[in-house]
């Protein structure tokens, strides 16, 4: 979410994580105690909001240097190495048929032309992080916010927020297939209601474990589809290929109540059986939910439940270790 995405320092916390339309793109296993960073966008602080209400601004392509593009051609050309493995089908399709080149930062405009056509959907440049209600509002009128900027060299596996990469080559893949279209545009009508209610923290965590951070089931394999993975190089191994995580089957009440890591690693992975089920989500009342949600148990990121469909139970041994060193 707003990454996108899949949090950056100064954001709304809930249970100590970040809301996932403000995360952090922090790349897994990197320490926290890295350099301060230039912000952007909201997490710059209320002056540095651009004159427009809804947050837009142009996107400036002309103004890239040669040293940003080449940023990401690095990034592009990793993941469109390592992904026909590890996405789904959809990813890869979508990233192949969009006008997404190694050489250049995207043009918005071009995007927005062949999502448009596909799913009616289209890119708008934004400074970087925006308010909620904003970020709700354009996902519901099938807009998608992207950074309009780029991490810095030295950056390639570590970002406090969401950047140009991953809000394009993470998320825009799958906006070109017609379920994630819907629910995205689903989940933004669902967050205007949601936080009307002041139940945003419960509906962050099915954004964080299906848009951000989901797997789906493909010829009996978990397969990557969420954008927080599929934009970070290390992530999508670990992800897919790693013996730590656990791998769940998806249940939502169950999603809801489980916390998530926004300093690491994922500790669990909820596996969709398919990406139609998405269309199921977009369907749900979910003011009983958010009922049943205001008491009972939450859970820990790695917790394993005896009720759980466990595709993959994890060994935790990459956690384990983490926090070994940290003793």
């Not at 952090?24 to 002056?47: C, F, I, M, V, Y």
């Not at 809000?167 to 995205?184: E, K, N, S, T, Y």
């Not at 730590?244 to 969709?272: A, K």
């Amino acid at each position: 979410m707003q990454e996108p995405s899949r949090s950056a320092a100064e954001s709304d916390t809930v249970s100590g994580a970040a809301l996932p339309h403000q995360h952090d793109t922090r790349a897994s296993g990197e320490p926290l105690n890295q350099p301060s960073r230039e912000k952007h966008g909201l997490a710059a602080g209320d002056a540095a909001a651009p004159p427009s209400p809804d947050w837009t601004i142009d996107q400036g392509w002309s103004s890239y240097t040669e040293a940003e593009h080449a940023v990401w051609k690095t990034l592009f050309e990793r993941q469109t190495r390592l992904l026909p493995e590890l996405a789904c089908d959809a990813f890869v399709q979508g990233m192949r048929a969009l006008p997404l080149e190694a050489d250049r930062i995207p043009d918005f405009r071009r995007l927005s032309n062949v999502l448009m056509r596909k799913t009616g959907w289209q890119i708008v440049a934004v400074p970087g992080l925006v308010p909620d209600d904003v970020f709700f509002d354009h996902l519901a009128n099938r807009r998608f916010p992207s950074g309009n900027f780029i991490r810095k060299p030295d950056e390639l596996d570590y970002l406090e927020e969401p950047d140009v990469f991953h809000d394009v080559f993470g998320h825009v893949p799958m906006l070109m297939h017609p379920v994630m279209a819907d629910f995205i545009q689903a989940y933004g009508q669902g967050g205007l209601r949601a936080q009307s209610l002041g139940k945003l923290p419960q509906l962050a965590r099915l954004y964080w474990y299906t848009v951000e951070f989901g797997l789906v089931l493909e010829n009996g394999a978990p397969r990557i589809y969420g954008a927080g993975i599929a934009s970070s190089f290390t992530e999508s191994r670990f992800a897919v290929q790693s013996p730590s995580p656990n791998r769940i089957g998806f249940d939502l009440e169950r999603v809801m109540r489980t916390n998530y890591r926004i300093d690491d690693f994922q500790e669990s992975y909820f596996v969709l059986d398919s990406l139609d089920d998405l269309l199921h989500l977009a369907d749900v009342d979910f003011e009983p939910l958010y009922q049943r949600l205001g008491t009972g148990p939450e859970y820990a990121p790695g917790m394993v439940l005896p009720q759980d469909r466990v595709i993959q139970r994890g060994d935790g041994s990459y956690h384990s270790a983490r926090r070994g060193e940290n003793l």
